[in-house]
Structure formats: C-alpha cells, structure tokens
C-alpha cells in the first residue's frame, strides 16, 4: 500500500524542521535536475553534491552493526548520516510503500536516532516522508 508523503519542507511541529527541510530542498533541486529513472547511487552521489553546496555536513554510506538479543547478526548501511542527527535513506521506487517506511524506522532504531526522511527519487514527482521513532520506543 503506497504511503502519502508530506508535501511541507519546512513545518514546525516536527524536531529539527529548518535542517529537514534543507535536505528536502537539496533533493528537489536534484530531482528538478534528474528527473526519475536512475539507479539510487546516482541520486545519492547528485545528493551528496548538492548538500556539499549547501554547507550541510554529512556522512555517506554509513555503516552500523545490527544486534539481536547482544549478539550481532550483520551490518546495515545508511545512505546519509546529516549533521549528526538527521538520517537520510534514498529509494528510487516507483512509489514509497509502507515497507520503506518500516525499513527508515528499523534503521532510526538501530542507529539511535530520533528523526529521519525517506527521500524517493523514482517517482515523476520527489516523495518523502519525515520519519521519527514511535513515542515509547525514544523513551528505551
């Protein structure tokens, strides 16, 4: 079932808005420039070029392991860590499903992070989705 996306770069209800909505704006300008149809490393490298521009410090591919009960059972990576507190994961789907959605906040949760986007490159329109862990599982 496909997910609807937030339409609003900038929207003060949600933690950290103004540097979400700066990496949103990021990937409109690649998108407006692309288009859809690439594989998802082409917007990622394009989006690591346009956060460059913007002055935005991030860490691309990020790798982290991933732990069941202590023990670890692999390695994940995310496609951008910003400013040390935004995580960034790409798609370029034709359209954003629920999966996805479960996907950013499996990694929100691995990574211990609070707020992330989901950012879709594949659709004729850019698509994403703030992303933040549920209430009782930011107070573990």
């Not at 390695?75 to 935004?86: A, S």
């Not at 798609?91 to 992070?113: C, G, P, S």
Request: with cysteine; proline share 2%; hydrophobic share 40%.
């Amino acid at each position: 079932m496909p997910i609807n996306e937030n339409k609003e770069i900038v929207n003060n209800k949600y933690p950290d808005s103004e540097l979400t909505g700066k990496i949103i704006g990021c990937a409109m300008e690649v998108h407006h420039i692309l288009g859809n149809g690439f594989q998802e490393v082409i917007y990622q490298r394009a989006l690591a070029i346009e956060m460059s521009k913007q002055n935005l410090n991030f860490s691309r591919e990020h790798e982290m392991e991933i732990f069941y009960k202590g023990e670890n059972i692999g390695l994940r990576r995310v496609d951008f860590f910003v400013e040390k507190k935004i995580m960034v994961e790409l798609k370029a789907v034709i359209q954003l499903e629920n999966v996805h959605l479960a996907q950013a906040i499996n990694y929100l949760e691995a990574y211990k992070m609070d707020i992330g986007l989901l950012i879709n490159f594949g659709n004729t329109s850019l698509q994403f989705k703030r992303v933040m862990k549920p209430e009782k599982k930011r107070e573990l």
